[in-house]
């Protein structure tokens, strides 16, 4: 059997996905996710602050400074008289103007609390990149090594207190907003800026997927959950592909059935490069089977894994197992309809997620591409030497896998939160594969998780829609519910002091 393995060194949650095949030393990012489409244009300003680069050190180098972008909506804020909040959006390893477009629910309440709207860009990401630009900033450790979630926090700190400086807004409250690795940040700013925001609603955060925490089988058992739910036929087809893809790969002239099976173009094709390119369709249709139309990493519609196994379990062409993949596939690839020939060759941008590679091999080490025999994937054992290996030849560098929880916590969360920790959110939905890493339990009266089991990746941040199900609409209300008790507890304090 091919090894198949999914590594997360791709963007969390959103893409944190990279999904990386043995066969290649260098992981192969589906090129449609580099290049979001931005489809909202009038809903911020764009702004830029003049960041430090290092927070930790007080060298003659840590003084050099870089632009960090930042998006604002004032529509809606009550102003600093009226000690009006801010609500800000810690950014994640991606363009901030896609977060932001993602993140309706920040829009959607604004009106309600009086809002200030921030949405902050994440170090090296977007236009945030330091040294000048991408051809310095991501040539090697040495400046990359100021990439890191502590100085990314340190930047969101700063930030707020210089806006809110400007702005002599001093007195507003801060509430913190993030999904998926934007949401860890979120939970953590809370934790360790505790002086600095009022709270944290963390969507789809895996604060929890490092070290032995949480398995490493659970990620890909989550995915097959997703289609086996929706039918035991497309869970066994999924299951039993492999075996087939790779017998005919090995054939004579069996690659190009592959090609003509799949419609691949005329590019560079291998067994593994097939097994990955279906692999990532599955593992993000999973953890983006929103309940409504959407176009977060590619255009879907509404519950995308149903309609892939539909494709499955009831082909409109062909019965054979490839052409039940080929109209899932679809689905993924080629909901517009528009795609004369799958292009899987994703070379044209290298360097496109280096940057989320490079914290996928220093801090974010999350155990998640394992494979046990209830994985509709090829089984694999997970291996950290693996990872290892791949940072030391692309970098140089060993990764710290237990350096995330010295600093942020993790181990026994319950007993350290429930006396240190107060109003977080924790959302998560069970069909997303990162819920596996997630707080699904309330830990106390303010660290609260709230739990969607037929939720997807942070689905709760988006744009609230005329189609969106009960179950959605009443998660945003306890959410909100929540957030508006912090603020009444943080104004009554303030008029006491
Ligand atoms: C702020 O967001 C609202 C949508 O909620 C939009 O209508 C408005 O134009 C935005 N304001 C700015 C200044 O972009
Ligand atoms: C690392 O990159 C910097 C900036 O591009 C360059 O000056 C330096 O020579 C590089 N170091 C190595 C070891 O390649
Ligand atoms: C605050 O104002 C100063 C002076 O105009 C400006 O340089 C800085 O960028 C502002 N801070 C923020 C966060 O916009
Ligand atoms: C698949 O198609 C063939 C011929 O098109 C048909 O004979 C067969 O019954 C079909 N099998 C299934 C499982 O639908
Ligand atoms: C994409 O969808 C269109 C419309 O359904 C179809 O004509 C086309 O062949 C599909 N592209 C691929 C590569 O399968
Ligand atoms: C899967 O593995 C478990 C534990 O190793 C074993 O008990 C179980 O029988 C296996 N199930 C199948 C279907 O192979
Ligand atoms: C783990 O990976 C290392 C290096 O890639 C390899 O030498 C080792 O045999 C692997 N271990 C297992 C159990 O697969």
Known sequence: ???????????????????????????????SLLRPKLTKTDLYETRYFTQTLDHFNFLPQSYQTFQQRYLVNSTYWGGAEKRAPIFVYTGNEGDIEWFAQNTGFMFDNAPRF????????HRFYGESIPFGGKEVAYSNASTLGYLSSTQALA??????????????AERSPVVVFGGSYGGMLAAWFRLKYPHVAIGALSSSAPILNFEDITSPYSFNNIITQDFRSESENCYRVIKGSWNKIERVAKQRGGLEKLRNSFKICKDYISEGVIEGWLGTAFTYTAMTDYPTPSN????????????????????????????????????????SGTVKCFDLDS????????????????????????????????????????RAGYCQEVYGITPRPQWITTEF?????KNVLKRFGSNIIFFNGLRDPWSGGGVLESISESVIAIVAPHGAHHVDLRFATKE????????????????????????EDISHS
């Not at 930047?155 to 809110?164: F, S």
């Not at 009443?474 to 603020?487: G, N």
């Open 1 to 31: 059997m091919a090894s198949l393995s999914i590594f997360s060194s791709f963007l969390l949650f959103s893409v944190l996905l990279s999904v990386q095949f043995v066969e290649g030393s260098v992981p192969r990012f589906p090129s």
């Open 114 to 121: 009086q809002a200030l709207l921030v949405f902050i860009e």
């Open 155 to 168: 930047d969101y700190a700063t930030l707020v207190i210089d806006l809110k400086k400007n702005l002599s």
């Open 296 to 335: 977060f990493l590619n255009p879907l519609p509404a519950y995308p894994v149903k309609e892939m196994c539909k494709a499955i379990d009831r082909p409109t062409a062909a019965n054979d197992t490839f052409s039940r993949l080929y109209g899932a596939a679809n689905i993924y690839y080629n909901t």
């Open 347 to 386: 070379d044209s941008d290298p360097h496109g997620l280096a940057e989320w590679s490079w914290q996928a091999c220093t801090e974010m080490i999350l155990p998640t591409d394992g494979n046990n025999n209830m994985s509709m994937f090829p089984p694999s054992q997970y291996n950290y030497s693996d």
């Open 409 to 413: 916590g993790g181990h026994d969360i």
């Open 468 to 491: 969106d199900p009960k179950w959605l609409v009443s998660v945003r209300r306890k959410e909100m519910k929540i957030i508006s008790s912090w603020l009444k507890q943080y104004y």
